[in-house]
């Protein structure tokens, strides 16, 4: 009678993370559309539906070229970019929170994104003196593989400290630290040395923003993104089993010292590849995760898809906020995220909410 009980409750809880699950899916679904039509340009969703027909060939329904204009090329890849993003960024926080153990840590505990935006700082002050007149062309892009490069390499140098040490969470976690304040410095270094135009190009790049998304952007970061979370989403079994204490993962044979730099290093990865093209958004790795396990638990098969949708879902949200609130001009969308994310950082330090990792 008690194992029947309890497989009740096993299957009901089960159900409850489909349900969490799907309700999360179709939220973004209607999401997209309806963040589509918000804006200065007046949009119905019936017109965005019929475009989206209309250029996948189900529909031959003509519309005029600036609303197809304004659908396609303006506000679809800003929202698919929100979308791949907050996904990358939801989906490597709950791994980041259960690798190291820490309800605080989120994608940029490992200070990646300090990394990442000294690279884009040195890309911006150095881009037209190695780059001359070409740098005007091709900024944008050297902002990219700067910020991604320095990013990349923060990675490496964490793993090889990491490996020297045993790969403990606390040497992940303490090398991250004093990487991220050595590339804060080198930033405020460069904001010291350049002129009044770099600084503002800098500035700007840091608060983080999704206002230069391009379909080039989308074909780039999507198979990079989803391959990442599959090779998160196959570590599922092993972090579970990892949350309930080391030695029992040990005894059960897993390599806890390989699993933790190996899943710190793929979502440094997916950080760095994101915040290489939007620039620093902080806090949706670290509120999606503790949302999705006060409703769902502790269950990273779910929680690693189950976050990331919740993810792209704050940050879709958040950057329609930031570019209609002061319309037409627009704010960076990461303020946006630090002003909603500040207070629950405080909440989650002050209620000390520990009660979702038992």
Same mark, same amino acid.
């Given at each position: ?20 699950? %799907? +309700? ?11 963040? +589509? ?8 969703? %019936? ?69 990442? /935006? ?43 400290? %990491? ?5 403990? /969470? ?14 804060? /410095? ?32 989308? +074909? ?13 989403y196959k570590f599922a079994w092993d972090i579970n089993t990892l949350n309930a204490g080391e030695e029992v993962a040990k005894n ?23 915040? %290489? ?44 906020? /930031? ?36």
């Open positions: 009678m008690e194992c029947v009980d309890r497989q009740g409750v096993y299957l009901k809880s089960l159900s409850k993370r489909y349900t969490f699950l %799907a +309700i999360l899916l179709i939220l973004l679904l209607l999401s997209m559309l309806y963040f +589509i039509t918000l804006g200065p340009a007046n949009i119905s969703i %019936a017109e965005v539906y019929g475009v989206l027909l209309k250029k996948i060939g189900l529909s031959n329904k003509e519309y005029s070229g600036f609303i197809e204009g304004v659908i396609l090329q303006l506000r679809m890849p800003r929202v698919l970019l929100a979308v791949i993003t907050g996904l990358a960024l939801g989906s490597s926080g709950v791994v980041m929170q259960s690798l190291l153990n820490n309800p605080l840590a989120s994608p940029y505990t490992l200070g990646v994104s300090s990394g990442s /935006a000294f690279g884009a700082g040195l890309s911006i002050v150095l881009g037209g003196v190695i780059f001359g007149g070409k740098f005007a062309k091709y900024g944008s892009w050297t902002i990219i593989f700067g910020a991604f490069l320095m990013g990349l390499l923060t990675i490496l140098l964490i793993n090889a400290i %990491a490996s020297m040490k045993g790969g403990s /969470a606390s040497v992940l976690i303490l090398s991250g630290v004093a990487l991220s304040y050595l590339f804060s /410095a080198g930033v405020s270094l460069l904001k010291y040395l350049t002129d009044h135009e770099q600084l503002r190009e800098l500035t700007v790049w840091l608060m983080g923003g999704l206002y230069r998304a391009e379909w080039i952007d989308i +074909i780039i970061l999507t198979p990079i993104v989803l391959l990442g979370v599959l090779v998160l059960l044979g897993i390599n806890v010292e390989k699993l933790r730099r190996n899943g710190c290093v793929i979502t440094a990865f997916l950080t760095s590849s994101v915040i %290489a093209f939007t620039g620093i958004i902080g806090f949706i790795g670290l509120i999606a995760p503790h949302i999705c396990r006060m409703v769902i638990g502790n269950d990273n098969r779910f929680l690693i898809i189950s976050s990331g949708l919740l993810g792209a879902i704050i940050l879709l949200a958040a950057d329609t906020v /930031a570019r209609i609130i002061i319309n037409p001009a627009e704010l960076p969308v990461g303020i946006i995220t630090s002003i909603c994310g500040v207070p629950f950082f405080l909440y989650l330090v002050i209620k000390k909410r520990r009660s979702y990792w038992k």
